[in-house]
């Protein structure tokens, strides 16, 4: 089973980037989807973008989309979230997740079954 590891996040003010990284332990082509999360304290975690790894296509979802961005570099078996324009409403931990190619990737994180430890994004006003 692969495993995760984020690392990127920080503190940054609104209107600023990060670039968020998602290192997993074997070949990313194989795993199917990876997918970035985010949770904030007091919210529901949400589905950000998420990627199906055999063919990079991508899926943006909810209010990152047009501003963040998901892609692949095979050779580092490591997945990105580049995040841009940044507001405060995207302080969150952030996670990647894997889960096991359906005929689609899930938008839910109940059906991604590997985790990472997350990484802390805080955007100051």
């Known amino acids: 089973q692969v495993q995760l590891v984020e690392s990127g996040g920080g503190s940054v003010q609104a209107g600023g980037s990060l670039r968020l990284s998602c290192a997993a332990s074997?070949?990313?082509?194989?795993?199917?989807?990876i997918g970035w999360f985010r949770q904030a304290p007091g919210k529901e975690r949400e589905a950000v973008a998420i990627?199906?790894?055999?063919?990079?296509?991508?899926y943006h979802l909810g209010s990152g989309k047009g501003r963040f961005t998901i892609s692949q570099d095979n050779s580092k078996n490591t997945v990105y979230l580049q995040m841009n324009s940044l507001k405060p409403e995207d302080t969150a931990m952030y996670y990647c997740?894997?889960?096991?190619?359906?005929?689609?990737?899930?938008?839910?994180?109940?059906?991604?079954?590997?985790w990472g430890q997350g990484t802390q994004v805080t955007v100051a006003s």
């Open positions: 997740a894997a889960a096991t190619w359906q005929g689609y990737c899930p938008h839910s994180g109940a059906l991604y079954n590997t």
């Open positions: 990627i199906y790894t055999a063919s990079a296509a991508t």
């Open positions: 074997g070949n990313i082509y194989s795993v199917g989807c």
